[in-house]
T-cell receptor
């Protein structure tokens, strides 16, 4: 089965600093999704990437999918307290399978 | 307002009892999913359903059962066979087809004592 490995597992940054979270797959990704979760709550969709080399941005968050479609990165510019939470990457393990699997998550803490 | 609703938010049960978690969506989504999340871990897929009256086991289906009699509803039963049922359970739904985002409920925190 497909495994998604996120790094780092935990990240503490000072407010205003940039940061990057990585998501690496053991297999080709047919759809890569980034979600954010506040502790004890559901997941909020951030972005979806499908094509090799694709890059999307929303406000201060940018996500990229590499050309080989096995690694994605999530970059936050000028971090704010509202960015704190757990970031999870998810993917379709098989094209059209409609079965989403997730990485173990990255817990982001923003210090003032 | 369209969305996906899980109930209850908190649930306590005694060991050895079956318990059913509710998940309802009014988004007209074909696919629905159940995930389990343990502290410090990501989401693990329990069961998923792509159409009514059909569902497939995920990675950790043992000790759980589901039904999909209606498109809007995908209840999850945690049976007494599940050895470590205390966890945060998340339900999600999505349209069929590749590249469609999944919408998540707010989760149910189940504690078995």
């Amino acid at each position: 089965s497909q495994e998604l490995e996120q790094s780092p597992q935990s990240l503490i940054v000072q407010e205003g600093k940039n940061l990057t979270i990585n998501c690496t797959s053991s297999k080709t990704l047919y759809g890569l999704y980034w979600y954010k979760q506040k502790y004890g709550e559901g997941l909020i969709f951030l972005m979806m990437l499908q094509k090799g080399g694709e890059e999307k941005s929303h406000e201060k968050i940018t996500a990229k999918l590499d050309e080989k479609k096995q690694q994605s990165s999530l970059h936050i510019t000028a971090s704010q307290p509202s960015h704190a939470g757990i970031y999870l990457c998810g993917a379709d393990p098989t094209q059209g399978a409609q079965k989403l699997v997730f990485g173990q998550g990255t817990r982001l803490t923003i210090n003032p | 307002d369209g969305g996906i609703t899980q109930s209850p938010k908190y649930l306590f049960r005694k060991e050895g009892q079956n318990v059913t978690l509710s998940c309802e969506q009014n988004l007209n989504h074909d696919a629905m999913y159940w995930y389990r999340q343990d502290p410090g871990q990501g989401l693990r897929l329990i069961y998923y359903s792509q159409i009514v009256n059909d569902f497939q086991k995920g990675d950790i289906a043992e000790g759980y059962s589901v039904s999909r009699e209606k498109k809007e509803s995908f209840p999850l039963t945690v049976t007494s066979a599940q050895k470590n049922p205390t966890a945060f359970y998340l339900c999600a739904s999505s349209l069929q087809g590749l590249g469609t985002e999944a919408f998540f409920g707010q989760g149910t925190r189940l504690t078995v004592v």
